[in-house]
C-alpha cells in the first residue's frame, strides 16, 4: 500500500510539471502568468481554514478540489488534463472558481476559468453567475455566466450554465457525474458533458447546434479520502458543424482514450 501511495505521488507531480513545464518557449509569458495567477488563487483558497466568531453557526470555509488530473492516451492523440474547482463563503452564499486546462504536445490547447457567485436557492441547489474566460485557444473569448449546480434525486450531481459574450454567441453546457461505492474505498464514476452552441463560430471550430459530447468511466481507490488515484477511459465525439470543421482541419471528430490519474482535494 505503501508503495502504490508512492507511484500515486510521483504520477501526480509528473502530471503538473507536463501542465505546467517551466520554460518552454512556445508557452508565452503571459500565459506563465495566467497560470501563476489562478494557482496563487487557489492556493489562497485551500489555505482558508474554518472560522468561528461570536459564537456563529455559519463559519466561513474553503476547499480546493482537483477532480482530474490525468493522462489521457488515444489512438489519434495524447493529453494531459487539470480540471477542478475552489470555493470559499458561507453555507448559503459563496465565491466559485472553475477551471479546466488540456495541454497535448507540449502546447496548451484549452484553458478556461470561470469565477462565480453562488447562493442556495433550494436544499443540495444553487444559482451561480459569474464570468468565463477563455484563455485558449485564441482568439480568447469572454463570457457571462448564469448557471445551476446541484444534487439531482438519486444523486446525480449536475452542473448547468448558459453563456453569453459581447458579440451576443451563446452557448450552453451541461454536465452530470454518479458516484457508485463498490466498497468503501472503491468508487466507480460515470459521467458525460455536451456543449450547445447558438452560432457558428468557424475560429474556434464550433458549430451551432450540439456541438461535442464527452462521456467517461473512471474506477478511483481512496487512499486516503482526500487522495485517490484511478484509471478509465473517455470518450468524446464531434457534431455538425463543429465536425465539419474538425474534419476540414485535418482533425478527427471522436476519440476514445485510456485516462490515468489522480483526484485530489485540500
Not at 32 to 55: D, E, N, T, W
Not at 124 to 139: A, E, H, K, M, S
Not at 179 to 189: A, F, G, K, S
Amino acid at each position: 500500500m505503501k508503495l502504490f501511495t508512492n507511484l500515486s505521488k510521483k504520477l501526480f507531480m509528473n502530471l503538473s510539471m507536463k501542465l505546467f513545464p517551466a520554460g518552454k518557449k512556445n508557452f508565452g509569458k503571459s500565459m506563465r502568468a495566467s497560470c501563476l495567477s489562478v494557482l496563487s488563487l487557489l492556493m489562497m483558497f485551500s489555505s482558508f481554514q474554518p472560522v468561528h466568531a461570536g459564537g456563529k453557526d455559519d463559519p466561513t470555509l474553503g476547499m480546493l478540489m482537483i477532480d482530474q488530473l490525468e493522462q489521457r492516451k488515444g489512438d489519434h492523440s495524447s493529453s494531459q488534463i487539470l480540471d477542478g474547482q475552489a470555493w470559499l463563503g458561507q453555507d448559503l452564499q459563496k465565491l466559485w472558481l472553475k477551471f479546466d486546462i488540456e495541454r497535448s504536445s507540449g502546447d496548451t490547447e484549452e484553458m478556461e476559468l470561470q469565477a462565480l457567485y453562488s447562493k442556495a436557492i433550494a436544499p443540495l441547489w444553487d444559482v451561480q453567475i459569474g464570468v468565463r474566460q477563455d484563455f485558449q485557444p485564441t482568439p480568447s473569448r469572454t463570457w457571462a455566466v448564469i448557471g445551476l449546480q446541484g444534487i439531482a434525486p438519486y444523486f446525480f450531481e449536475v452542473d448547468a450554465a448558459l453563456f453569453v459574450d459581447g458579440s451576443n454567441r451563446t452557448a450552453f453546457r451541461f454536465q452530470a457525474e454518479y458516484e457508485m461505492l463498490l466498497t468503501q474505498r472503491l468508487i466507480l464514476t460515470p459521467e458525460f458533458e455536451f456543449n450547445l452552441y447558438g452560432q457558428n463560430d468557424r475560429e474556434l471550430g464550433t458549430g451551432s447546434g450540439l456541438s461535442d459530447l464527452e462521456a467517461g468511466l473512471r474506477l478511483r481507490y481512496e487512499v486516503r479520502r482526500e487522495f485517490a488515484p484511478y484509471v478509465g477511459v473517455n470518450w468524446g465525439k464531434k457534431f455538425g458543424n463543429s465536425a465539419d470543421f474538425a474534419l476540414s482541419g485535418g482533425e478527427s471528430t471522436d476519440d476514445l482514450q485510456w485516462v490515468i490519474g489522480v483526484r485530489a482535494w485540500f
